[in-house]
């Protein structure tokens, strides 16, 4: 089985004779930023989540294939000689179109419909691009370059790995220019309007249906990035996204399901507990990770089911 | 011409029909006053007009059918409907709903000077223009529903029960507003209220509605005073 982005990181021997209380605390913060660094994976696609989630009110179960789906894209651009800071952005335009189309001709037509019939169609979709993944790329798992070093810079003594501060770099500009949209120009307001209230909005004449259409184009191209930036540490295959969906899950869960904050606080809370849990809890390394992401998204919906920033029950018919 | 011709239509939810062929216009800068109890079809007339229910018949504004119009695009033609429970996007602040207001807009200037008038109406909208609009009483979200319409600069104003549940001062408020607005703009204005005191007092003609059908109409002031027709269809 894969390791994930966190259980990959440099794993600490458990020989804490041989240690001064500094290197503890250099250890302690090194696994901190690489749990930040993770975080910032799991907040983008836990973003993505969200987007749709308030769009149709259901999250999509296509969201982690589509990711991987866009990454393979960008794989085979930077595979035919592309500079990888080309290949970024246009796999980031390519997903978002790639969104909208989906949205308009497999979502639009059932957008009415239960939302049982709504989760079979984001299941079925996300089977198909899996199997359409297999189809045009393979099974064999590849690897991804990377942009970044793997040297390390010394930060307050940790060392920190050019790869982490790189991936956190990138999070961080697309979750701020996500942010600047959705707050700050009027489309992303009527795209916010429209996801809250669809029929006031109407009567506002803004063209509800193509800001929803819009909010998957958004969404897909956020993923798109949590893809990217996962596949250096992961390797690239069909199945890459299918554990850090499930933190991204745990992620969206724990800041509220319909706030893009506190799916942003959640994914880096996420990120930084799950690798601190991996470091010093005994038994915690690996696969065992993902169980606690479970325990955080079961942990929520128990003792707080809005979520850190949710307003209200997160429920919608 | 009438800006809005309704004739003959016929509307409902599922099997229940409500409309059963309401006739009506409003003419350029008129003030109309749609009456009539509980479930006679008032509200339902007014969404048939924006497109929110599936109706027959004929509806035409400025001329042209709104047939086939979905309603961003009835919006776009120049209606802004404040429909029941005023539609105020309780998840924005009260600047973002007024800035939603003037989405359709592209004249900038034009604006900025209809802001400070909706502020020089409704002083208390600027003031808590930074705060979410959940947090306004009920008399203060129909005040920034009347706002975001009038930032839309319509031709014609639908006005689902714009007194519901404000104390009377506040109605009265509201209500010189919307003349004013009518005398300044001659926007013309659909108004469904439950009060027919006041709304007849409003309006130069009136419609009264009784199970989906139009049962009197007639110019407002000779209503005010006709006695049965207060008796029957106006409870007062």
């Known amino acids: ?317 | 011409m009438a800006l809005l011709e309704l004739d003959g239509v016929r509307a409902g939810y599922g099997q229940t029909r409500v409309l059963h062929g309401v006739s009506m216009s409003v003419g350029d800068g008129d003030v109309v006053a749609l009456l009539g109890a509980n479930g006679a079809g008032k509200t339902t007339t007014l969404r048939a007009i924006t497109g929110g229910v599936r109706w027959d018949g004929i509806i035409n504004f400025g001329g042209r059918s709104l047939r086939r119009a979905t309603t961003e695009a009835i919006v776009r033609m120049g209606i802004a409907h404040v429909p029941e429970g005023r539609g105020v996007l309780t998840e924005l602040t009260v600047e973002e709903n007024l800035r939603l207001g003037a989405y359709l807009r592209r004249d900038g200037g034009g604006v900025a000077k209809d802001y400070d008038r909706v502020f020089g109406y409704f002083p208390i909208l600027r003031e808590r223009r930074k705060l979410s609009a959940s947090t306004l009483s009920g008399g203060e979200q129909q005040m920034l529903a009347l706002a975001r319409a009038l930032l839309m600069r319509p031709k014609l104003l639908l006005l689902d029960e714009p007194s519901l549940g404000l104390a009377p001062l506040v109605v009265r408020s509201i209500f010189e507003i919307i003349r004013a607005v009518n005398e300044s703009d001659r926007v013309a204005v659909l108004l469904v209220e439950q009060n027919a005191r006041i709304a007849l007092e409003l309006s130069s003609r009136a419609y009264v509605l009784e199970v989906g059908r139009v049962a009197v109409e007639g110019e407002s002031a000779t209503l005010k005073n006709q006695e049965s027709v207060r008796r029957s269809y106006l409870g007062y």
């Open chain 1, 1 to 317: 089985m894969r390791d994930d982005a966190a259980a990959r990181a440099p794993r600490p021997q458990r020989r804490k004779d041989h240690r001064g209380p500094g290197t503890l605390m250099q250890e302690f913060l090194q696994q901190v930023l690489s749990g930040i660094a993770s975080g910032g994976i799991y907040a983008s696609l836990a973003l993505a989540l969200v987007l749709i989630y308030n769009a149709m009110g259901l999250v999509n179960f296509a969201q982690g294939e589509m990711a991987m789906f866009a990454t393979f894209l960008a794989f085979t651009l930077i595979g035919r000689g592309m500079d990888y800071w080309i290949a970024l952005p246009l796999t980031i335009a390519i997903a978002f179109v790639g969104g909208i189309v989906i949205q308009r001709v497999v979502i639009r037509p059932v957008e009415r419909a239960p939302v049982l019939t709504l989760v079979i169609v984001t299941l079925g979709l996300a089977t198909l691009i899996n199997g359409l993944a297999g189809f045009f790329f393979g099974y064999l798992p590849r690897l991804f370059p990377s942009p970044f070093s793997v040297q390390t810079i010394d930060i307050f003594g940790a060392a920190a790995s050019w790869q982490d501060l790189g991936v956190i770099a990138v999070s961080g500009v697309v979750l701020v220019l996500v942010f600047l949209m959705l707050q700050r120009t009027t489309v992303g307001l009527a795209m916010r309007a429209a996801a809250h209230n669809p029929e006031a909005s109407r009567l506002l004449g803004i063209r509800v249906s193509w800001m929803l259409a819009l909010g998957w184009g958004l969404a897909s191209a956020v993923g798109a990035v949590s893809g990217i930036m996962v596949a250096p540490i992961l390797y690239l295959e069909p199945n890459m996204m299918q554990t850090v969906i499930i933190y991204a899950f745990a992620a969206a869960v724990l800041g509220g399901i319909e706030s893009p904050l506190g799916a942003v606080i959640g994914g880096l809370i996420v990120g930084v507990t799950v690798n601190l849990a991996g470091t010093y809890l005994p038994g915690v390394g690996g696969d065992l990770q993902l169980a606690v992401a479970f325990a955080i998204i079961i942990a929520v919906l128990v003792l707080k089911p809005n979520g850190l920033i949710g307003r209200r029950a997160a429920r919608r018919v």
